[in-house]
């Protein structure tokens, strides 16, 4: 009962995450493509931001869920 109004007071404040085992590498990986098509990325601009999430980002919190990470 206590879960349930838990998740009640998520969903009236617009807080309530839907339970997720995505990781930030994941996450990020199906990212990168869909914003380099939206906004039209040129190849090296693409290449770039590939190389900087896989060299700074992946290596330490890849692994981490992305429900997880916290500021």
Known sequence: MKRQKQIEHELATGNFLIPSTVTVAEFLMDWL?????????????????????????IPYIGEMQMQKLRP
Request: glycine share 0%; charged share 15%; aromatic share 8%.
């Open 33 to 57: 493509p869909k914003q380099c098509s939206k906004h039209k990325w040129a190849p090296k601009t693409y290449q770039s931001n590939l190389a900087l999430i896989q060299n700074l980002i």
